[in-house]
């Protein structure tokens, strides 16, 4: 989030404009250090994307930027202006992340739900990347976004249940490794 800037005069940016879920959206008036994370929640009203770590560290505030899944608040506002930014707002009006949606909550994937957002932006991703993911990219590719709530088994569940329907075989055992907890309820 910005400085205060009643004590320093902080360089305001010129006025941008933000591709955001196929609309154009005008920013005005903003700090330059503001992250697209910040823009997207406090000045183009899209409070999807959640706000934890602003480090890096939780992938809470994942978006897609021209498609590929980033930390929304390790990316400066107007370093996006120029590229197709989707929220979780975006995906799930367009139906697009529908199914990975219906998965989380149908298995359990979404307890709390802070994280989902997050999840549901590095899924997409994923799956667009590389529909017929194994277990260990998936891991991977999931390793970036934290849930205190499922313990991921759930989670990695509902993958495997998009990925089983998407190429229309039913809904599969899961991911599940020996071993995986699914934490508290
Ligand atoms: S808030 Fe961006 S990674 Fe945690
Ligand atoms: S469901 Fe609560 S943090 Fe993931």
Same mark, same amino acid.
């Given at each position: 989030m910005p400085p205060d800037s009643t004590s320093v005069p902080w360089p305001v940016a010129e006025g941008y404009q933000l591709s955001v879920d196929g609309r154009t959206r005008t920013v005005e008036g903003a700090w330059v250090g503001e992250s697209l994370l910040y823009v997207l929640r406090e000045r183009l009203g899209l409070p999807g994307a959640k706000n934890a770590c602003e480090q890096g560290e939780c992938g809470s505030c994942s978006v897609l930027l021209d498609g590929v899944v980033v930390c929304a608040c390790c990316v400066l506002g107007a370093d996006a202006a120029g590229a197709e930014v989707t929220t979780v707002e975006g995906l799930t009006a367009t139906g697009s992340a529908k199914d990975i949606q219906e998965a989380l909550v149908a298995? %359990? %994937?979404?307890? &709390? %739900? /802070? &994280?989902?957002? %997050? /999840?549901?932006?590095a899924i997409t991703d994923l799956l667009a990347r590389s529909p017929e993911a194994d277990e260990l990219e998936v891991r991977e590719a999931l390793s970036g976004n934290l849930c205190r709530c499922t313990g991921y088994g759930r989670i990695l569940e509902a993958v495997s249940a998009v990925q089983a329907e998407r190429r229309g075989a039913g809904v599969p055992g899961g991911l599940r490794a020996p071993g995986d907890e699914d934490g508290p309820r």
């Open positions: 298995g %359990g %994937g979404v307890q &709390c %739900g /802070f &994280c989902t957002p %997050g /999840f549901l932006a």
